[in-house]
């Protein structure tokens, strides 16, 4: 089994930076790809930024968001700056390990105006 931890979520006014954390804990050989989804109220989850050696980012995020990786912390990072207030969202880190996807359990980014 494997836990995911998330940490770095908060309030922050329109253009500040948030830097988001996600350590995975448990039964870990390798992990193939590492990501950020977040959801918005009513509205579906979306794909942030995933890496899997390659890197994509929603359109939208691109240019002020960057995810990192520390494969020997089995940790990702999602480095968001110019935040805007459309960034609010419920943010969720996940892996894939050994063809199994797992999520964290989310953490709130609200961005004021």
């Known amino acids: 089994q494997v836990q995911l931890v998330e940490s770095g979520g908060g309030l922050v006014q329109a253009g500040g930076s948030l830097r988001l954390s996600c350590a995975a804990s448990?039964?870990?050989?390798?992990?193939?790809?590492m990501g950020w989804y977040r959801q918005a109220p009513g509205k579906q989850r979306e794909m942030v930024a995933i890496t899997t050696g390659y890197t994509n980012y929603k359109d939208s995020v691109k240019g002020r968001f960057t995810i990192s990786r520390d494969n020997a912390k089995n940790t990702v990072y999602l480095q968001m700056n110019s935040l805007k207030p459309e960034d609010t969202a419920v943010y969720y880190c996940?892996?894939?390990?050994?063809?199994?996807?797992?999520w964290g359990q989310g953490t709130q980014v609200t961005v004021s105006s």
């Open positions: 996940t892996m894939v390990v050994r063809g199994t996807q797992y």
């Open positions: 448990g039964s870990i050989f390798s992990i193939n790809v």
